[in-house]
């Protein structure tokens, strides 16, 4: 069964990079420029979504938002997400996990580590 991962990030090149690793190695992916823009996309999606990759600074709703909308809600409250962020302080990574967020990643990273965290929710 194919899985799907929701890749949530600003940059263009980011989505490009996680989309290509993660497609390469057999997963479907769907793609948000933002929060408001994946919750759009999770409403659309049902519950079809097994994963979630967010950044956590990003216009209209930042990811911190985005983890909390999520788990508020039934079908995504137990979703594994994982932040991919370029902030690397350690108060970023306790207020990423208080919202909810199953493991943290920061930027730069190898596609490798990322396809490991994947592999640790979904097999």
Do not use: C, H, W
Not at 27 to 43: C, H, L, P
Not at 77 to 82: C, D, E, F, G
């Amino acid at each position: 069964m194919e899985r799907t991962v929701l890749v949530v990030d600003d940059s263009p090149t980011v989505v490009k990079f996680v989309t290509y690793s993660l497609k390469n190695s057999g997963y479907k992916v769907v793609t948000a420029t933002d929060g408001m823009d994946a919750i759009e996309k999770v409403s659309t999606l049902g519950s079809s979504v097994d994963l979630v990759i967010t950044d956590l600074n990003m216009p209209n709703m930042d990811g911190y938002e985005l983890i909390s909308t999520l788990r508020k809600s039934e079908e995504y409250s137990q979703t594994p997400i994982i932040i991919l962020s370029s902030e690397e302080d350690e108060a970023d990574k306790v207020q990423g996990s208080a919202a909810g967020a199953d493991a943290y990643l920061t930027k730069p990273f190898k596609s490798s580590l990322l396809l490991e965290e994947v592999k640790k929710f979904l097999g």
